[in-house]
Nanobody, 125 residues
């Protein structure tokens, strides 16, 4: 069973930056780089929404994240990152990372089989 643990969330003022990390463990017999990784977020009272995904070399972003957020991965550390700049109050949510069922990077949550518990990001105005 893959375990994903997020960190790096917190309280930041609008316009500020945060860097989220997601460390994967328990990858018995599985290679981290063979699976897409993604970040989703869920704000109170709203449905979970796609933020960004990364396959082997390509990255994909929601319109709301394009130009402000950057997803990356360090395969030597089994870790995926989300650098968030120019944060807005509407970015406030619990951010969760997820591992895909394959290397196919999708914006659909159903294409991801393992999820972390999430880390809270709060952006004040």
């Amino acid at each position: 069973q893959v375990e994903l643990v997020e960190s790096g969330g917190g309280l930041v003022q609008a316009g500020g930056s945060l860097r989220l990390s997601c460390a994967a463990s328990g990858l018995i017999g599985r290679t981290f780089s063979n699976y897409a990784m993604a970040w989703f977020r869920q704000a109170p009272g709203k449905e979970r929404e796609f933020v960004a995904a990364i396959s082997s070399s390509k990255t994909y972003y929601a319109d709301s994240a394009e130009g402000r957020f950057t997803i990356s991965r360090d395969t030597s550390k089994n870790t995926v990152f989300l650098q968030m700049n120019s944060l807005k109050p509407e970015d406030t949510a619990v951010y969760s990372c997820s591992q895909g069922r394959s290397l196919y990077a999708s914006s659909r949550s159903s294409d991801y089989g393992s999820w972390g518990q999430g880390t809270q990001v709060t952006v004040s105005s």
